[in-house]
């Protein structure tokens, strides 16, 4: 049976940065109050990018599937499965995956979007893990890419501050030694209210509520509670001892979740990936996002055991080990 290992990443991040000194000014000419401290304290967020109008999550998607095909040494021909995990897509349908395929020119193989939110990317890649495990797919593309910031209520500060837009993505193939050495997805569809965008399009009008709304608590206790269980089945599973583990490459939602998730599982903080500060949380595209950021400065090295997890909207949550 093959293993899907990774073998190439690519990022691709908005050129407009906007700071929370930037954003609080913005909110100040509402008459809505937020501040850096504020933002920084509680989230340990700087910074996000953001997309100008014009450019569309598939757009994102293609770049950051660009450069990890490039970072992989593979060409756009050879890829036969292509998944992108967002909630915020070009269209209805067709799906961003087909988009993206035919930006990259790579037509051919299977192409479809996963639905997941912030835990999109570990769905995506446990799927096209599967696929390649069952023979169905040589060479995948998983991609998370996000515009965020379309879904947004900009009066909502408890809501706003946090997210940025961006993609990332990963290039798979099948090889004779792992790769990814487990994945373990889970849903609670009864706390789907705890983040959600309740709206949908119907008869030519939005229906419903188009914008995140969040009960923040609510989701940063069960973010905590979900994913520290979440990566100890995944090491039961692969029979592998958690304090092996090299990288912990977390959803990137809010600096304290990241630190209470580390403690609570004993992993010391020179061993987690953070981009949290300069990306804010780009939800599906935040764990590629990291994970490239962190094989490009040489941290994540080839040979390391890297644990991904996401968690989110849904409420979902998820994990997969990989050996890089
Ligand atoms: O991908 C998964 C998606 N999301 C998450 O993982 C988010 C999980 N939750 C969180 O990160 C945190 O709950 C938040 C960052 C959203 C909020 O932090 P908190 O420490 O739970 O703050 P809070 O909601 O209890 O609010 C504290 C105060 C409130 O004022 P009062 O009622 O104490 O007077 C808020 O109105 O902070 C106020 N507040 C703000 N103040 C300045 C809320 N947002 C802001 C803001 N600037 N942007």
Known sequence: MPYAKIIGSGGYLPPRIVSNDDLAADLATRQIETSDTWIVERTGIRQRHIADPGMTTSQ??????????????????????????????????????????????????????????????????????????????NTALVIGAEVFSRILDWNDRSTCVLFGDGAGAVVLSAQDQPGILGAKLHADGSQSRILCAAGNVAHGKVVGDPFLRMDGQAVFKLAVTSLARSAHEVCDQAGVDFTHIDWLVPHQANVRIINFLGRRLGISEDKVVITVDQHANTSAASVPLALDVARRDGRIKSGDLVLMQGVGGGFTWGSVLSRM
């Not at 756009?76 to 799906?95: C, E, H, K, R, W």
């Not at 930006?103 to 570990?122: E, K, M, N, T, Y």
């Open 60 to 137: 994102l998607a293609t770049r950051a599937a660009q450069a990890a095909l490039e970072n992989a040494g593979i060409d756009a021909a050879q890829v036969d499965l292509i998944i992108v995990a967002t909630s915020t897509p070009d269209f209805v349908f067709p799906s961003t995956a087909c988009l993206v395929q035919d930006q990259l020119g790579a037509s051919g193989g299977a192409a479809f979007d996963v639905q997941a939110v912030c835990s999109g990317f570990v769905y995506a890649l446990s799927t096209a893990d599967a696929f390649i495990q069952a023979g169905r797919a």
